[in-house]
């Protein structure tokens, strides 16, 4: 098994969810349309401010789908050497990408971005698909060191090119492909080991002294910090769900379709009712009705004649992360992305196994295909999905005058949402073109 449709369904889901939560209009629509912490009209971020809404899955849930998605593309390596080898080379692929893409931006270039910028930003993402597709030739090859010597070459023309100025959701990404294929690969064969790993990254956020001058050592802190190191507690549930993608579900499940139907339907209600009690801050009913749907889905699973391990696996992990989370929010003032709490953590990396979940028993019985290929499409060329928006879509809107209708569409709840899907939409457009082509960017 080389891919998994749900995984790469989640990933995708997330990649697009992210794209669709930067692109609605901003300030005129419901508080549980934004982030949690940066309410309407303003925006202004506020760390006091405690909460879970939709926009907040979708960064966890991409870790998480990363996690799962290590030991499917390291199972078959057998040389630790090759895989230290593969796993920096990523990491610093990942960073030059989060450097190179930031300062591509053209309101990045420029403070008053012209026509200049916004075809240089065209180009670098041209440079970008050269760079990141695989090589398959030697001319290819020989294309890709060029496109990095030009990329290069313009990074250091640019005025306010600044190293230490990058795109961080890429930047933690690297870390936690760098880490926790690290953590993965040397604890593949004793996994309550890579569990334990966990709680000496906590104890290093707690604790004073020594740990202190842990947590602030950087080489490099432009690349590296230890504060990034705290989305292990997404990742490392996630290879747990890579590892149990990999078992085989057994056949005759069929007798049990309607109750694995049932718990598919729970999972959506599970995050749906979460969404609403952790934003309203319902925090008693909303464990109350949790432990209750929980409860529920596990004597269901107890009770089906034909057990599916990978699926039991999923569910039993994430209910317990959810309960577990929930019980967290009444410490560190709630439940929050940023500065991120266990609870959040714990919550989150919950809710992204029972979809997880979800998705597999509907693409397994044969429901909601069509949802799950165009999610899984999206799903396998995250990258172009993540700037594509910035670098190709805005300049050319910019450029032909057609931003101005996008801008119009500010002005009204119904319109500001449409907006964000139609920019959603082409992106998602773009991305599943480079899929249909096999132009896969990868690291």
């Given at each position: 098994m080389n891919r998994s449709n749900s995984l790469d369904a989640l990933r995708g889901f997330a990649i697009l969810a992210m794209v669709l939560s930067s692109s609605i209009a901003f300030g005129i629509l419901p508080g549980w349309m934004y982030h949690a912490q940066t309410p309407p009209p303003s925006h202004q971020f506020n760390p006091d401010l405690p909460g879970l809404t939709w926009v907040d899955l979708v960064f966890p849930f991409f870790l998480f789908s990363m996690g799962a998605a290590i030991p499917l593309a390291l199972k078959k390596k057998t040389s630790t050497l090759k895989v230290s080898?593969?796993?920096?080379?990523?990491?610093?692929?990942?960073?030059?990408?989060?450097?190179?893409?930031?300062?591509?931006?053209?309101?990045?270039?420029?403070?008053?971005?012209?026509?200049?910028?916004?075809?240089?930003?065209?180009?670098?993402?041209?440079?970008?698909?050269?760079?990141?597709?695989?090589?398959?030739?030697?001319?290819m090859l020989?294309?890709?060191?060029?496109?990095?010597?030009?990329?290069?070459?313009?990074?250091?023309?640019?005025?306010?090119?600044?190293i230490n100025r990058s795109d961080v959701i890429i930047i933690?990404?690297?870390?936690?492909?760098?880490?926790?294929?690290?953590?993965?690969?040397?604890?593949?064969?004793?996994?309550?080991?890579?569990?334990?790993?966990?709680?000496?990254?906590?104890?290093?956020?707690?604790?004073?002294?020594w740990a202190q001058e842990v947590y602030n050592w950087s080489p490099f802190p432009w690349m590296y910090k230890f504060y990034y190191l705290k989305y292990l507690f997404i990742i490392i549930p996630g290879t747990f769900a890579g590892e149990w993608l990999m078992?085989?579900?057994?056949?005759?499940?069929?007798?049990?379709?309607?109750?694995?139907?049932?718990?598919?339907?729970?999972?959506?209600?599970?995050?749906?009712?979460?969404?609403?009690?952790?934003?309203?801050?319902w925090q008693l009913l909303n464990l109350v009705w949790s432990v209750a749907i929980g409860t529920f889905m596990l004597v269901l699973n107890s009770r089906l004649q034909m057990r599916v391990?990978?699926?039991?696996?999923?569910?039993?992990?994430?209910?317990?992360?959810?309960?577990?989370?929930?019980?967290?929010?009444?410490?560190?003032?709630?439940?929050?992305?940023?500065?991120?709490?266990?609870?959040?953590?714990?919550?989150?990396?919950?809710?992204?196994f029972l979809v997880l979940l979800c998705f597999c028993i509907l693409e397994h019985y044969g429901r909601a295909t069509s949802l799950i290929r165009y999610l899984a499409a999206n799903g396998r060329n995250p990258m172009v999905a993540y700037v594509a928006g910035n670098l190709l879509l805005l300049p050319l809107l910019r450029l032909t005058g057609a931003m101005e209708l996008f801008s119009l569409m500010e002005k009204n709840v119904w319109l500001g949402v449409l907006r964000g899907l139609l920019f959603t939409g082409i992106v998602s457009l773009i991305t599943i073109f480079f899929v249909r082509r096999k132009w896969y960017w990868k690291t």
């Open positions: 080898g593969h796993v920096l080379q990523r990491y610093l692929l990942l960073v030059f990408f989060a450097i190179f893409t930031l300062h591509a931006r053209a309101w990045v270039q420029s403070t008053q971005p012209g026509i200049t910028e916004q075809l240089m930003s065209i180009v670098c993402f041209g440079l970008l698909a050269v760079m990141f597709v695989r090589a398959t030739s030697r001319w020989l294309f890709k060191i060029a496109a990095f010597a030009v990329a290069l070459l313009f990074l250091y023309s640019q005025p306010h090119f600044d933690v990404l690297a870390n936690m492909a760098f880490f926790g294929s690290l953590a993965w690969w040397f604890t593949r064969r004793h996994p309550l080991v890579r569990i334990g790993i966990l709680p000496f990254v906590a104890a290093v956020f707690i604790a004073g002294d078992q085989a579900v057994p056949e005759g499940t069929g007798t049990d379709k309607r109750s694995w139907m049932i718990m598919a339907c729970c999972t959506l209600l599970l995050v749906v009712l979460n969404l609403v009690g952790l934003q309203a801050r391990p990978a699926w039991s696996n999923f569910l039993q992990a994430g209910i317990y992360l959810l309960w577990l989370g929930l019980c967290f929010d009444s410490t560190q003032d709630g439940i929050k992305k940023d500065p991120s709490t266990y609870s959040y953590y714990f919550v989150t990396g919950g809710l992204a």
